[in-house]
């Protein structure tokens, strides 16, 4: 079935095309809901708004209302009425919104002509301004500066404003400038105030710009908010959020550096850290008189995706920060918890509008509320636009190791790349990117070619039948067939190299990526290439009872890994379990070459294959561990690891359990724009198993699913979690995958031990998830 090839075929050509998005028009619905009923449900899991300040605002200071008229966010829906989409309607993308498609999941129009990309700028600007960012008011036509004063600073210039603008000049903005000696034209270098914090500007001024600062951000950095009298003065005409204001504000100290001579209107740039990088980009994004913009770690609402911060990533949620920061982003976008992936606009589009000016896309890969993965995948969805317009030296990447505030050399970098922008240096930037990975670069590497057509066409309903035809009526007949299903999961994984376990790892990196915070009477031992956690008390008993332990498999915690595991591992402890975590390959303290070379090293081998591998020798080190029952070894997971369970203990006999956790949706009846990534998930997107990307609009000829995998665990204790509305699976399917294992378990006379659990909820591993799966663990225990 695989032929090496030295060209890809017409059929390959044709699949690549398919992976950028053209033909993704069908949306399936697998509900008939209302949208009353989809807010409905939505109310059901979103908590009780916050009637407090969050915890970094302001002593002393009431929390932000979500508008003028609007004290809270169900205060807004009550008085607006306003519902969420036909989400049923809303196209299934498995990728990130092309910037290069109008009208994507339907007339799906390729942009080829600069009339195109105009009217397809103003969509996605449209669609930004009603989902996220709110509408600004046009720009002041009455925009005045009042000097305050004028101090000589050593050989420079610090010049304080006042600029009042708007409805009967009510509106005003604070603006400092710092200006370095000589006539200019100058360039200028902008960024929000924060008490205390002049290097940033004194860096700029170094290098021969002009230092400008403005007081429209969050009052916690020492200076009032401008800003904040904005929103009653446009109300109720313009809706703009907080975010959106501070951005707003910026183009207004851009209309006075205008008036100046001194000023080089061609070079203009805009910086900010966090909240205030989501200001930078959305200000660049409206405002072409910003010519390039380096937004700093902004993570959700800036430089990653929305659809890559949901529960699965482990991230900064959009719920979690329109629930925390209600008034910070349009209201509206709440309305999308749990449809993420529905999103017709994200952050990419936002990238793609400030095209051809210069954009850098800079934040620390370990940070705890980012995706390092995810801004990979904007920065090649917004690099389209870039290169359509002839301007792809434009546009940059700078995951940097460290912390979420860059440091000064850090500053010299994003510096450099103004200069570059600008004309005024050579220093290029590296565009070094750690998740370097796309199915055509495996199929290069690889030279694999699989032919989809010479599969059989398969659904879920065939357990039950042997090899022969005949059905399979006692467990000899079903171990049988176990062989069978075993060899073709192999396939799936690649080709692994002979190897035992790697032994006993140390890492450095453990420590800055971040280990699990858990209860102070737990202890942690390495072991292998993690951590094994047991209750202190038991690990100083001598003739202690030996344990029954848990391997739990985290989420696509790109930037984190294990590091957010513990009230996981402190649940499962408390149960009366010891615990094994370690960051999978690709992520946390292993998402460094490690995995960026992975398939240059093992191009016929998978990622999948590895962490399955990873698995079985943690297996091997906990057999022979002293305070380890080797006969009660288990295996939990969430997203990614429920998956990577599911292999698992399919191929290992001496996993005695699993937890599989929103682990997976049948494979053969995921077709494109069924579920939020679909089968594109395992070899487009993430590089898990390549394999797969063969079978893309084949998928009933994919050689195995997961009814298979489920089945062979077999009767031994299998406990799903499935959520009924969880966009990365369909339910229906799911539970139609499960009733047909049932079968397989009834031969056992061994039912009981297969158990479907249903909450009313999207993906994600909730509290009532977690109550759940430690009480059902428990129940294996005694």
């Known amino acids: ?25 069908i949306s399936y619905a697998q509900e008939d809901l209302t949208r009353e009923q989809y807010l409905e449900r939505l109310m059901q899991v979103t908590p009780e708004d916050l009637t407090e300040p969050s915890g970094d605002q302001l002593p002393g200071t009431a929390p932000a209302r979500v508008s003028p008229e609007d004290f809270l966010w169900r205060d807004w829906l009550t008085r607006t009425g306003e519902l969420p989409p036909d989400f049923d309607e809303l196209p299934s993308l498995p990728f990130l919104p092309d910037p290069l498609i109008i009208d994507e999941g339907g007339q799906n129009i390729p942009v080829k002509t600069i009339s195109q990309w105009q009217s397809k700028r103003e969509e996605m600007k449209t669609l930004a301004q009603h989902w996220i960012t709110g509408t600004p008011p046009p720009a002041p036509d009455n925009l005045t500066a009042e000097l305050l004063s004028e101090n000589k600073i050593g050989p420079l210039i610090e010049r304080n404003l006042l600029l009042k603008f708007g409805p009967g ?85 851009i209309d006075y550096l205008y008036t100046l001579n001194e000023v080089n209107r061609e070079q203009i740039a805009l910086t900010g850290l966090s909240r205030n990088g989501k200001m930078a980009l959305w200000a660049a994004a409206y405002d072409e008189r910003i010519k390039a913009v380096v937004p700093v770690s902004g993570g959700t609402g800036g430089e990653n995706p929305f659809r890559y911060t949901t529960d699965k990533y482990n991230s900064e949620t959009l719920s979690l920060l329109t629930w ?54 904007a920065y090649h969805s917004a690099r389209k636009a870039y290169e359509f317009l002839g301007a792809g030296d434009k546009i940059a990447i700078d ?59 398969k659904g879920i309903n065939d357990l039950m039948l042997a090899h022969n035809g005949l059905n399979i009526q006692d467990t000899m007949a079903w171990k049988k067939k176990v062989i069978e299903i075993r060899q073709r999961i192999k396939w799936g994984l690649g080709e692994e190299p002979a190897s035992i376990g790697p032994g006993q790892q140390s890492d450095y990196l ?58 996981v591992i402190s649940g ?29 090293r ?26 380890i029952d080797a006969s009660k070894i288990f295996v939990a997971g969430y997203s990614l690891g429920g998956m990577v369970g599911l292999y698992s203990t399919a191929l290992d006999d001496r996993i005695a359990g699993l937890v599989s956790i929103c ?12 579920t939020a990534e679909g089968i594109y998930a395992y070899s487009h997107l993430h590089g898990l198993l390549p394999r797969l990307g063969f079978f893309v609009q084949n998928e009933d000829r994919i050689p195995y699913d997961f009814h298979e995998m489920l089945s062979v665990i077999a009767p031994r204790p299998l406990l799903i979690v499935a959520p009924t509305w969880d966009q990365y699976a369909s339910f229906p399917d799911v539970k139609h995958c499960v009733d047909e294992v049932k079968k397989v378990f009834q031969l056992y006379n061994q039912e009981d031990h297969l158990e479907l659990f249903i909450p009313e909820d999207y993906n994600r591993f909730s509290g009532k998830m977690q109550e759940k799966v430690f009480g059902w663990m428990k129940s294996l225990n005694q």
Request: glycine letters at 6%; proline letters at 7%; aromatic letters at 14%.
């Open 1 to 25: 079935m695989i032929q090496s090839m030295k060209k890809i075929s017409t059929y390959l050509i044709a699949l690549s095309f398919l992976c950028n998005g053209y033909f993704f028009k």
């Open 169 to 253: 000049k009510k509106a005003q903005l604070h603006v400092t400038l710092l200006i370095p000696p000589g006539e200019g034209p100058f360039p200028v270098f902008i960024c929000p105030w924060k008490k205390d914090r002049y290097d940033w500007v004194q860096a700029a001024v170094r290098r021969g710009y002009i230092g400008c600062r403005f007081t429209a951000t969050d009052p916690k950095y020492g200076y009032p908010d401008d800003s904040e009298a904005y929103e009653e003065i446009y109300w109720p005409e313009y809706d703009f959020s907080t975010l959106m204001r501070w951005g707003w504000a910026a183009s207004r100290t």
């Open 324 to 377: 925390a920061r209600p008034h910070w982003l349009h209201p509206r976008l709440r309305l999308f918890t749990g449809w993420e992936s529905k999103l017709p606009v994200d952050q990419n589009s936002l990238m793609a509008l400030v095209a051809p000016r210069g954009l850098m896309l800079t934040s620390s890969v370990t940070e705890s509320a980012g995706n390092p993965w995810g801004i990979e995948q």
């Open 399 to 457: 995951l940097r190791q460290g912390l979420h505030a860059p440091s000064m050399r850090d500053m010299e970098r994003y510096l450099d790349f103004f200069d570059y922008v600008f004309e005024r240096g050579t220093i290029k930037p590296d565009n070094h990117l750690f998740y370097d990975y796309s199915f055509s670069k495996w199929l290069d590497l690889s030279g694999e070619m699989i032919d989809p057509l010479t599969y059989p066409a």
């Open 510 to 567: 453990h420590e800055v990526v971040g280990l699990p915070s858990v209860a102070p009477d737990i202890e942690r031992q390495p072991l292998s290439l993690g951590y094994l956690y047991l209750p202190a008390e038991h690990s100083r008993e001598q003739n202690a009872e030996k344990l029954p332990v848990v391997i739990y498999l985290h989420e696509y915690a790109y930037s984190t890994g294990i590091a957010k595991s513990g009230d």
């Open 572 to 600: 499962f402890v408390k149960a009366g379990f010891a615990v094994y975590v370690s960051d999978q390959i690709g992520f946390g303290s292993r998402l460094f070459e490690e995995s960026r070379l992975f398939y240059d």
């Open 602 to 627: 093992f191009p016929h081998w998978s990622k999948m294959g590895r962490m399955v591998a990873d698995v079985r020798w943690t297996v091997d080190a906990l057999s022979t561990h002293e305070m």
């Open 663 to 674: 682990g997976f949706t049948p494979m053969r009846s995921n077709t494109p724009g069924k």
